[in-house]
């Protein structure tokens, strides 16, 4: 078995209330694990990878069995997976590293892949984002914080969290569309990243757009979709990172 693929995706929003079918939509990300277990040998999920998670002490939120279930299996099978924190998925602290194998990133990380140099992140840490964004983003990573969330009963937090998403999602484009250069914030922090690092890929998600461009200097900056609208993921065969569907592939990414 030729293990020689690295795979690149995000944003599945699994358990989010705004799926007509959200089984099927999590059957669909499990069908595609299964489709990659021959020849991944890493895999990052890069962010908002569940659309709520908090972990208490002694419980975890219901829901998921056969997307964790899929991610153990590829961890036994000795694929490497890495689990970037989004902002839906914030809260994991040991039980999914513990339970699953993978390793959990929070931030952004910069590696050598096959002799190319890739810069990781989910997104919404990275660049210029709106003030009440980022005061929100650092109330939701405050440890007192979580500290005081965790006391309230699971009866009230999931729900309240879950309607949030929910409402949140209903004030976005149904389809976010690519807002130029000089107005992609991702686009922004990579070109001005290159000015004092050598990267050749950039790789996020968060956008919810699929994008493949060629930057300053030959980077390229990938952008991943979703699997709201897209089933959309990146590969890497050693060589080429290409950009595609479950159902179609897209233009590959020299």
Same mark, same amino acid.
């Given at each position: 078995?030729?293990?020689?693929?690295?795979?690149?995706?995000?944003?599945?929003?699994? !358990?989010?209330? +705004?799926?007509?079918?959200? &089984?099927?939509?999590?059957?669909?990300?499990?069908?595609?694990?299964?489709?990659?277990?021959?020849?991944?040998?890493?895999?990052?999920?890069?962010?908002?990878?569940?659309?709520?998670?908090?972990?208490?002490?002694?419980?975890?939120?219901?829901?998921?069995?056969?997307?964790?279930? $899929?991610?153990?299996?590829?961890?036994?099978?000795?694929?490497?997976? +890495?689990?970037?924190?989004?902002?839906?998925?914030?809260?994991?602290?040991?039980?999914?590293?513990?339970?699953?194998?993978?390793?959990?990133?929070?931030?952004?990380?910069?590696?050598?892949?096959? !002799?190319?140099?890739?810069?990781?992140?989910?997104?919404? !840490?990275?660049? $210029?984002?709106? &003030?009440?964004?980022?005061?929100?983003?650092?109330?939701? =990573?405050?440890?007192?914080?979580?500290?005081? +969330?965790?006391?309230?009963?699971? =009866?009230?937090?999931?729900?309240?969290?879950?309607?949030?998403?929910?409402?949140?999602?209903?004030?976005?484009?149904? @389809?976010?569309? +690519?807002?130029?250069?000089?107005?992609?914030?991702?686009?922004?922090?990579?070109?001005?990243?290159?000015?004092?690092?050598?990267?050749? @890929?950039?790789?996020?998600?968060?956008?919810?757009?699929?994008?493949?461009?060629?930057?300053?200097?030959?980077?390229?900056?990938?952008?991943?979709?979703?699997?709201?609208?897209?089933?959309?993921?990146?590969?890497w065969d050693g060589n080429n990172l290409a950009l595609k569907s479950f159902q179609s592939v897209q233009n590959s990414i020299k």
């Amino acid at each position: 078995m030729s293990r020689a693929n690295t795979y690149f995706l995000s944003d599945f929003h699994l !358990g989010a209330r +705004y799926f007509e079918e959200p &089984r099927e939509t999590e059957r669909r990300v499990v069908d595609f694990l299964d489709s990659i277990k021959g020849d991944a040998k890493e895999v990052y999920l890069l962010g908002d990878i569940l659309d709520y998670w908090f972990e208490y002490r002694y419980v975890v939120p219901r829901g998921f069995t056969r997307f964790f279930g $899929k991610i153990a299996e590829l961890t036994d099978l000795g694929v490497k997976v +890495y689990w970037f924190i989004g902002n839906h998925d914030i809260w994991i602290f040991d039980y999914l590293p513990n339970e699953l194998g993978v390793e959990v990133i929070d931030g952004e990380v910069t590696k050598e892949i096959d !002799g190319k140099v890739f810069f990781l992140a989910h997104g919404d !840490g990275v660049g $210029k984002q709106p &003030r009440s964004f980022r005061m929100l983003r650092s109330l939701f =990573r405050n440890r007192f914080c979580q500290k005081l +969330y965790s006391a309230i009963h699971p =009866r009230w937090t999931i729900p309240f969290a879950l309607s949030w998403s929910n409402s949140s999602r209903k004030g976005d484009d149904e @389809y976010p569309e +690519y807002k130029g250069e000089e107005n992609e914030f991702l686009e922004i922090f990579a070109n001005d990243y290159l000015k004092s690092h050598k990267v050749d @890929y950039f790789v996020f998600g968060h956008r919810h757009i699929m994008l493949d461009k060629k930057l300053q200097g030959g980077a390229t900056l990938v952008v991943l979709g979703d699997w709201l609208h897209y089933c959309s993921y990146a590969v890497w065969d050693g060589n080429n990172l290409a950009l595609k569907s479950f159902q179609s592939v897209q233009n590959s990414i020299k």
